[in-house]
C-alpha cells in the first residue's frame, strides 16, 4: 500500500515535494489469502484480517538521513480484511478491503499541519490461476494472478485514503513445500492511470521471497508451527503530473501547483516529481501458528537497503499481524 | 535448467524418501497414499470431508480417520459390513486439491474364480475384489489356496482408483497372502444377521 501526497514548503523559493512512502512489504498486490496457502478444495472459502503498522519519522534526502526539525511524521495502521473463494483446482476469486487510519505531521503550502484521516482504503480484486503439481511428500502451485485495483477510498482532504484511480497488475507466483520445508518466490507489477489530483503514481514493480520451514508438526493436536525468512524488494517509479502551462517567463502558474522557474508555454507538460519513487529492500522473521483450519501470523520486516530519490518520509520498521481461516463451506448446511 | 528447476528438485529431493513398505494386517483398517498432502492446514477441509464418507467407523482415530502429513498418508478406519466407496473417496481428495496414490487394504475371504477373474469376497466389508498379480493378470495364487480362507494385503495403485470403470469391483493388486484360520462362529452368526 502505496501512498503519495504532493505538499508545498514554500518561503524558500523553491518547489518541494514531500512524499511519504510508506515502505510497506504489505503483500497488497501479490500475495493471497489464507497467509499464502489458499484453500484449495473446490468450493472452499478462506477470510483473514491483517493488521498492518507503518510508522515513517526519518526524513532522507539522496538517501541519506537528514535532520527533521519540523518533526514531520507518518504514520498508517491498516486492517485488511480478505477474502478467497476456490471455484476448483485452477480458479480462485480474492478481495482485500483496507480501512485505514492515517495520522501525519506534514507540510501543507507555508505551514506544517497535524492531520488525519480514517476509512475504506482501495480494494483490491485478483483472480489466481494456479496450477498445482502433487508428489508424494512434496507438493508446489504455480499462479499467475492478474489484480484490479479499484478507486474506491476517498480523495478528499489533505491526507487521501485512496489513490483516485483504479489500477490493475499482475503477480507470478511459485511456491513448494514439503512437511518440513517451505519456499515461495514471486514477481510482480503494478501500474495506475491518473488520479483526480492529475497525478500519474509511479508504477511498481516487486520480488518477493519467503523460505523456511516447519520446525514443529503435532498432528494429534493438528497444530504446526512455520517459521520464515522474508524478503521483500521494491522498485517504484517516479510520480508524473501533467498540466497546463500559461504562457510565462519567470514563474508560472500551473494547474493546482505552484512553480518558481522558468517554464516554456505549451498545450501540457509532464513532469517527474524528483522525490517519489526508489528501491528498496526489506527482510525480516515471520512466524505462523496453524491450529486446525486457523492460523496467526507474526512479520515483522526491516530496511536492509533503501535508495529513496530526492526527500522523503521513511519508516524504519513495520510490523504485522495476521489472523486467517479455511472453511470447506461457507454456513454448515452447504454441502 | 532454470531457477525454479533447481530449487524444486532440491525440495524433491529432500522429501524424497525410500518407498515405504506398508504393511497392514487389519482387514478394519485402510492406508491411503496421498501426493501433495504434506501440510495439517492445507488439508484441514479435505480431511473435514472424508469425515462425509459412511464406511468410516467414526468411533475410531479422529471420526474414523488420522492424516500424517509427514507419510503423507491417511489412515482409516473401516465399519464393518460397509462397502468402502473409493468413488467417494477418489472424488473428495480430487475436488481437494490432491492425488491418491495408492490404497493399501487386507482383504479376508475366500478365494474363487468368476470367469476370467480370481475374486475374494471381503467378509469385511461384503465387498467383491478382483485380485491381479504384479504384471496386472489374475492372480491364481498357490495351489492349496483354491476354496480356502485367505488374508490379503493388496494395494489398489492410482491409475484403477482414477478409472470409473473399475469402481464396479475394484481390483487389487496382491502384495502377499496367506491361508486364514477359519472364521470364529460368533463372526459368521453376526454375518448372517446383518
Redo the contacts between chains.
Sequence with gaps: MIYNGIMQLTGTGYFLALTVVCLTASPSFAHHPVLD?E??????FGFQMRFENISANALEQDGSEISNSQGLSYDNRTQWLEGIYTF??TFHAVFKVPFQTKTGRLPIGAQVKDLKASGMGDVNLSFPISR?????????HMAMVPHLLLPTGSTDGELPLGRGTAGYGLALV?D??????Y?R?EVFGHAGSKGDDDVKRGNFFGVDMGIGG?PV?N?ER???IKLTLETHARVQMKDKYTATLAASTGGSSVVGHQHAGFYAAGPSVTYSNDNTGGRWIEVGPSATC?F??M?FRLDAFFPAYRKLNGTQLANDWILQFTFGM???KLFPWMQ | MNALGILSTIFVLIAAAPEKTREIKDPSQMIAEVKGMVCVFCSFAVREKLERLEFLDKKMFRKGKVANVEEGTVTMALARGKPVDFAGLYRIMHKGGYDIQAVHLNLIGTLAGKGDAMVILNEFSGQEFSLVDEYRRPWWGPEDFKGKRISVEGVIPEDVLANPEAWVRMVVRVKSARLAPDRPAEQKQEDKER
Aim: aromatic share 20%.
Design positions: 496457502a484453500p484449495r478444495g473446490l468450493g472452499a476448483n483446482r498445482y503439481f502433487n508428489a508424494m511428500g512434496f507438493t508446489s511459485y513448494c513445500e514439503t512437511p518440513r520445508l519456499g518466490w516447519f508438526i498432528e493438528e497444530f504446526s496453524y486446525r483450519n492460523a479455511t472453511l470447506s
